[in-house]
């Protein structure tokens, strides 16, 4: 069963939902530091990072899937939020350069058709950045976070799933090192621990974060080459009877004629 947007909002609106927002957050800034320009969609439940894109992007729009429910958003200024389905978005073709997906790969029915959709709205050149729960990390089996709902992916999964929708991954990192817990103390010094961690390359983060690019080519399927009947050349040679005969050779072996 997917989440509810209602749940989504109160567990952000916690003080786990803040400081992992936080953390999950520099992580994607850190990557696209200037979308001067840019048109970008948020699909999921996205609308918690897009804000800090919003004074700088040419556009920015919120999509939740249809299992999901949608809020309104922003909280001032014209709506810019959409249920949708995901494998159907109300884009045309190359309409955007970039696209944040998170709360939406792990609950889709098919997250091949899903990462498909995304390839068809970005432009050539354009780039998706996918946060997904890790399989390894503890945040993908507690239910106290989002993250422990639908299907966590390992990193050669996520790698696989992105090639077979034509997608190239450019970069990756990790977030939510620390366990999921609700004391006071352990959240002040996320910040700490996910620095130290992340320095010692734990394999154990809450969610992985790629950023893809777009191929703009699709793959040629190689076909095997068709077996070809010997070619066969004649020669003149003279016969038995002194008379000159037409003969053709296969592999070395003379026919009379």
Known sequence: ?????????????????????????????????????????????????????????????????????????????????????????????GSLDRVLAIHLLEEAESALDTLREIWRVLAPGGTVILVAPNRRGVWARSDATPFGNGRPFSRPQLTRLLRDALFSPVNWTEALYLPPLFHGWALRSAPTYERLA???????????????????????????????????????????????????????HPVRS
Do not use: C
């Not at 992580?27 to 700088?56: C, H, N, V």
């Open 198 to 252: 992340a320095r010692l390359a734990s394999p154990f983060a809450g969610v992985h974060i790629v950023e893809a690019s777009k191929q703009v080519f699709r793959p040629i399927t190689v076909r095997a080459r068709r077996a070809t009947a010997p070619k066969f050349q004649p020669v003149l040679i003279p016969s038995a009877a002194g008379r000159v005969g037409s003969v053709a050779r296969d592999r070395g």
């Open 1 to 93: 069963m997917s989440l509810d947007v209602v749940d989504l909002r109160d567990f952000y609106s916690s003080n786990l939902g803040v400081v992992a927002g936080r953390l999950i957050a520099t992580k994607i800034r850190a990557r696209w530091s200037d979308l001067t320009g840019q048109r970008l969609a948020g699909i999921g439940f996205a609308a918690p990072y897009l804000t800090m894109f919003r004074d700088e992007a040419e556009r920015v729009v919120s999509f939740n899937p249809a299992t999901q429910g949608v809020l309104e958003w922003p909280d001032n200024g014209p709506l810019a939020a959409a249920l949708v389905e995901e494998t159907e978005l109300p884009l045309a073709d």
